[in-house]
């Protein structure tokens, strides 16, 4: 009867950075510039509003460029103000899943720009 001798299979001892499952994460901050314009835009188009008219006429128009509509006499839903707010945000995010998709922040990280993703 032959001898059989229990051999242990050992993995490739790799470097960590080396291996494909684990990736180094960057820590530092990212902004993406498709999300962030339009929150700017909008944002620069109340401010003003709370000089000129105060504090809750510039919460209403906040509210009112997202669709909900607060003023008396009015219905409850309206579409005429969302160009300023939320048309410029959805575009802006629907561009940020594409970029992602395409892989353009990836090629933007890669070639040592800082802080800036689309």
Do not use: C, E, Y
């Given at each position: 009867?032959?001898?059989t001798r229990a051999v242990a299979?050992?993995?490739?001892?790799?470097?960590p950075g080396n291996?494909?499952?684990?990736?180094?994460?960057?820590?530092?901050?990212?902004?993406?510039l498709s999300i962030?314009?339009?929150?700017l835009y909008t944002g620069a188009w109340v401010v003003p509003?709370?000089?000129?008219?105060?504090l809750q006429r510039a919460m209403q128009e906040l509210i009112?460029?997202?669709?909900?509509?607060?003023r008396r006499g009015t219905k409850t839903f309206t579409t005429e103000y969302m160009k300023h707010g939320l048309y410029p945000f959805l575009?802006?995010?629907?561009?940020?899943?594409a970029a992602n998709?395409?892989?353009?922040?990836?090629?933007?990280?890669?070639?040592?720009?800082?802080?800036?993703?689309?």
């Open positions: 009867m032959a001898k299979i050992r993995g490739k001892t790799s470097n291996n494909p499952r684990r990736r180094r994460r960057n820590q530092g901050i990212r902004i993406p962030a314009v339009p929150l509003l709370v000089g000129t008219h105060g009112l460029v997202f669709g909900i509509d607060m575009g802006g995010a629907l561009l940020h899943k998709r395409l892989g353009v922040n990836r090629a933007i990280a890669r070639s040592g720009i800082p802080w800036i993703r689309i």
